[in-house]
Structures are given as C-alpha cells and as structure tokens.
C-alpha cells in the first residue's frame, strides 16, 4: 500500500469516526469546509478534495486508489453511503 493510499484510509477512519460520534456533519451529511475545518492537521490538499474524490459515481474514474463511499449532493457537500458507516460502526464493535 502506498503512502498517499494509507493517508486516505486513515482520513476516511477518522471521518467516519467523527460522523459515528457526533463530532462533525449533521446525519449522513458533511461539508467540504466542515472535513477541512475538523482535521486541520492533515493538510488542506488532501482534505479539501478528499469527498469528492471519494464519489460513488465520479470517483472511480479521477481516483482509482480511493475508497468509494460519498454522493455529491450540492457544490462541497456530500452525504456519506450508510454501508460504509455501518461498515465502520461494525468495527468499532470488534475492537
């Protein structure tokens, strides 16, 4: 694995931690400002265009090393597939 896809993995753990915990997004829906403004140790590079390249739809043919799992819904704002936050919740669970 390389280090650009290790860093997005770890983003996508933390957001979906954050969404799970209440700490960012409101539902299943997140900005792109919120993800840049919750995460400012991780640069604004990789978090501003971390959702969108995370697109269900689009994302697969602009960043095939991502993980797939956000619905653009409006400019910056992306709702976040239920299958992957369950995903996420089961794993907490495991721990």
Same mark, same amino acid.
């Given at each position: 694995?390389?280090?650009? /896809?290790?860093?997005?993995?770890?983003?996508?753990? =933390? @957001?979906?931690?954050? #969404?799970?915990?209440?700490?960012?997004? =409101?539902? @299943?829906?997140?900005? $792109?400002?919120?993800?840049? $403004? /919750?995460?400012?140790?991780?640069?604004?590079?990789?978090?501003?265009?971390?959702?969108?390249?995370?697109?269900?739809?689009?994302?697969? =043919? /602009?960043?095939?090393?991502?993980?797939?799992?956000?619905?653009? @819904?409006?400019?910056?704002?992306? $709702?976040?597939?239920?299958?992957? @936050? #369950?995903? =996420?919740?089961?794993?907490?669970?495991?721990?």
């Amino acid at each position: 694995m390389d280090n650009h /896809h290790g860093i997005t993995m770890t983003l996508k753990t =933390r @957001l979906l931690d954050a #969404l799970l915990d209440g700490e960012i997004g =409101r539902g @299943l829906v997140v900005t $792109r400002q919120e993800l840049i $403004r /919750h995460f400012p140790d991780i640069p604004e590079v990789t978090t501003g265009v971390f959702l969108s390249n995370s697109e269900i739809t689009t994302g697969a =043919r /602009h960043s095939p090393t991502y993980d797939h799992f956000t619905e653009r @819904l409006d400019e910056g704002k992306y $709702r976040i597939h239920p299958s992957a @936050l #369950l995903a =996420r919740l089961n794993e907490r669970q495991a721990a």
